[in-house]
């Protein structure tokens, strides 16, 4: 008797609650760091530039002193 050639495929089950809450809560926290990271970059800008316009302020009143 001849062996049936074709393939079975199976439906994979779809993932437990648990599993995709956990999944979930995965993608999550990656982007969570993710918008920390872009968070502290422009806070270090912003505060370099504040950082700059004070010492430019104070070198020029000092400079007007002299």
Same mark, same amino acid.
């Given at each position: 008797?001849? $062996?049936?050639?074709? !393939? #079975?495929?199976? +439906?994979?089950?779809?993932?437990?609650?648990?599993?995709?809450?956990?999944?979930? /809560?995965?993608? !999550?926290?990656?982007? #969570?760091? #993710? +918008?920390?990271? #872009? %968070?502290?970059?422009?806070?270090? $800008?912003?505060?370099?530039? %504040?950082?700059? /316009?004070? +010492?430019? !302020?104070?070198?020029?009143?000092?400079?007007?002193? $002299?």
């Amino acid at each position: 008797m001849p $062996v049936d050639k074709k !393939q #079975h495929t199976t +439906l994979t089950p779809s993932p437990t609650t648990a599993e995709s809450s956990s999944s979930q /809560e995965v993608v !999550q926290q990656a982007f #969570h760091q #993710h +918008l920390r990271e #872009h %968070i502290r970059g422009a806070v270090q $800008v912003v505060m370099e530039e %504040i950082m700059r /316009e004070e +010492l430019t !302020q104070s070198s020029s009143s000092t400079m007007g002193r $002299v």
